[in-house]
């Protein structure tokens, strides 16, 4: 959800532990701090890059949390115990660890973007610029996120949300700790008093606000606040935890790795979920560098060098990855997206070896400051800028703009649509004032009706019914198939059963099924298997083709039986003429320009070449009694279906899903669905002859 994320984006702080023994009273140098780092920084680039495969490497922001409130709080306790503490200091050490590295990728972020993006994007890009640089990205991302806004991947400056909820933080922290220095107050009752509150929002929040829970400093503060707890207790009661050093290293690790195998995507997140991988870190600190997993595996050459470099290789990674899905279209191919976090590993060591150190070794330490905040300022000057469209983007498109700006034109879930957890899944549900409950189920092409639906639900509450979207990209609604590379989709089979569950429930009269049929069905097709009563058979084998089509058959007639309407929405025209990409020539790096003629679809083509699977389904809405809607009906005339729009822009964003407005246009046919009416009179398909009138 948040694209994100589900919502989704985290960046490390530049804490290094060289940074702590510059200062007084700061702790030992530590190798397997950094290499935590290295342990968290992976994570999250393989979640980034392989979202489906790694579905719980974002929790690698709530380690860097836990890092930087131990390492952070443990140089300001120091030095106040000390008495040598100055806000003064601690703001330009602050700014001399942190500006210089981004000052770079920011740069080169909006040099790229001035070069590749498009008006709009660019636009953004600017805005994002002056949220970055005053570091309340998390706030500004907070409004958009998910909801109103494109895809989060298209955003090439999103990661840096959670420098924005560090450096709120740390608004507040020192403030707070002089405060209970110069009071004589007791640390751990205040900083439990802040964790609870934190900790009690972040509870509370989650199911009902998962985007606030996820963006708010409020929900976030209490991770930062359990490293600052840490901090403490190592530096006035070490000795109590490394006596139990190999037991706290092991039950660190067994928790980041429960943390990283069972969160996802479907978590309520943070929620109770983020105790895991903070738990995990908070163990692996307190058992101390010569812990048994700490000394031989964080401790190592390898991880250090990277949790050296963690921070600018966040940094780097994700406007990198970010810009390869822009230029691409869609989902960059393995090789880029592993040329691309390559490239990331070197720009990280560059920056490390020739800003970072040199800057950290000057002697002139006011003069780099005021250095750095000038850049700063000047970044976000340069933002405004560019979102005002007073600096305009290079790229001249010679009117393919409409072309080009149907790219990621995706809306889903959209605003009036709330999580909705059942069984342990994560759906969505609009609700109205009409009678009754309809269920959508299927995959991305079920979700692309999203926008229509949640249209008319909106429009007339009264008249429609309230409707629940129990979906998953990438999963054919077909109980005991598995989507190959399951590591891809580990998740299909536990949403598809959770769906059919609540699809089946005494609360649901009417039950819609739509997907990719034609695709999954195809002769070609070698990405299903079916698993059912311990035979795996894997597709194309025709047999495998039987068992898929005798489940689909047996799961309709479950629900006919329970008293469910039941509609088959058949696979609505798809192709290569409907992708915006096929439309245009060139490239962002030089010009593009709009091909000479744009043809229309060939609809008996298309029936022709997906005949069998038309049948099938076909034939089995006939024996089920389930109402039939193929929405080629209403899309094309005179066997042909248009790609482009009045105003000549593409209907569709790729090849296979409608953009927002033309779902919320042309997908009328779905209103009947939500709709009381009656059962259907005979056990034969009906299909719906005549497109209902639009809202």
Not at 326 to 355: E, N, S
Request: proline letters at 7%.
């Amino acid at each position: 959800m948040f694209n994100h994320p589900h919502p989704e984006a985290v960046i490390p702080t530049n804490n290094h532990s060289a940074c702590a023994s510059a200062h007084a009273g700061a702790l030992a140098y530590r190798p397997d701090i950094d290499g935590m780092r290295a342990l968290a920084v992976i994570a999250v680039i393989a979640f980034h890059a392989w979202p489906t495969w790694f579905a719980g490497g974002f929790v690698g922001v709530d380690i860097f949390f836990v890092i930087s409130g131990f390492l952070i709080t443990s140089i300001l306790l120091s030095q106040l115990e000390k008495g040598k503490f100055s806000i003064a200091d601690f703001y330009v050490r602050r700014i001399r660890r942190i500006f210089p590295a981004l000052t770079v990728v920011m740069l080169a972020t909006l040099a790229f973007g001035w070069v590749t993006l498009l008006q709009g994007e660019f636009q953004q890009i600017g805005k994002h610029a002056v949220a970055g640089t005053t570091f309340v990205s998390n706030l500004v991302l907070w409004n958009e996120a998910g909801y109103f806004d494109n895809d989060g991947i298209t955003k090439p400056f999103l990661h840096l949300w959670s420098l924005g909820v560090e450096e709120q933080f740390y608004i507040l922290w020192p403030l707070i700790l002089w405060l209970v220095f110069s009071r004589k107050l007791r640390f751990l009752w205040v900083a439990g008093v802040i964790f609870v509150i934190s900790m009690s929002a972040n509870v509370l929040l989650v199911a009902d606000h998962p985007v606030a829970a996820f963006f708010s400093p409020l929900t976030r503060f209490w991770e930062l606040m359990a490293g600052g707890v840490v901090a403490y207790l190592n530096l006035h009661h070490a000795q109590r935890f490394t006596r139990h050093g190999t037991a706290l290293s092991l039950g660190g690790a067994v928790l980041l790795g429960l943390a990283f195998w069972l969160t996802n995507e479907q978590s309520l997140f943070p929620g109770w979920w983020a105790m895991l991988p903070v738990g995990g870190a908070c163990l692996l600190i307190l058992a101390g560098k010569d812990a048994v997993l700490n000394r031989l595996v964080l401790g190592r050459r390898w991880p250090v060098a990277i949790g050296l470099i963690s921070y600018p290789l966040y940094l780097w990674h994700w406007p990198l990855l970010s810009y390869g899905h822009i230029i691409h279209g869609q989902k960059p191919p393995m090789p880029v997206k592993l040329a691309l976090i390559g490239a990331g590993f070197v720009l990280a060591w560059l920056t490390y070896r020739l800003v970072d150190i040199p800057l950290r070794e000057r002697r002139d330490r006011t003069r780099v400051t005021w250095s750095l905040g000038v850049g700063m300022v000047a970044i976000a000057v340069f933002g405004l800028a560019i979102s005002t469209s007073m600096l305009r983007q290079r790229i001249d498109t010679h009117g393919a703009e409409p072309f080009l700006a149907a790219l990621n034109d995706s809306q889903y879930p959209g605003p009036t649509l709330a999580p909705l957890r059942y069984d342990g899944v994560v759906f969505q549900k609009a609700a109205s004032r009409g009678p009754g409950l309809t269920v959508f189920l299927g995959d991305s092409v079920m979700q692309q009706y999203g926008p229509r639906i949640e249209h008319a639900v909106a429009t007339d509450p009264a008249r429609f019914s309230s409707v629940i979207f129990a979906t998953a990209g990438g999963c054919p609604p077909i109980e005991h198939t598995v989507r190959l590379p399951q590591i891809r989709f580990p998740l299909c089979p536990k949403t598809v059963k959770a769906a059919y569950a609540l699809a089946n429930s005494a609360q649901v009269d009417t039950v819609v099924l739509g997907a990719a049929w034609y695709g999954y069905f195809n002769a070609g097709q070698r990405e299903l298997l079916v698993d059912k009563d311990g035979v795996q058979k894997a597709f194309p084998a025709a047999d495998a083709q039987e068992l898929a089509y005798a489940s689909l058959r047996a799961s309709l007639a479950t629900l006919r039986k329970n008293g469910k309407r039941v509609f088959l929405v058949l696979q609505p025209p798809a192709g290569s003429a409907y992708d915006p990409q096929s439309m245009v020539t060139g490239s962002r790096f030089g010009t593009i320009v709009p091909v000479p003629k744009v043809p229309a679809f060939n609809l008996a083509e298309y029936r022709q070449r997906n005949a069998a699977p038309l049948a099938r389904l076909t034939a089995i809405a006939a024996d089920t009694g389930a109402i039939v809607i193929e929405p080629a009906q209403y899309m094309c005339k005179d066997q042909l279906c248009p790609v482009l729009d009045e105003s000549g822009a593409p209907l569709y964003t790729d090849t296979i899903h409608m953009r927002p407005a033309y779902s919320r246009r042309a997908a009328s046919f779905l209103d009947p669905t939500m709709l009381r009416g009656p059962e259907p009179a005979t056990a034969q398909p009906t299909a719906l002859l005549n497109p209902p009138p639009a809202l």
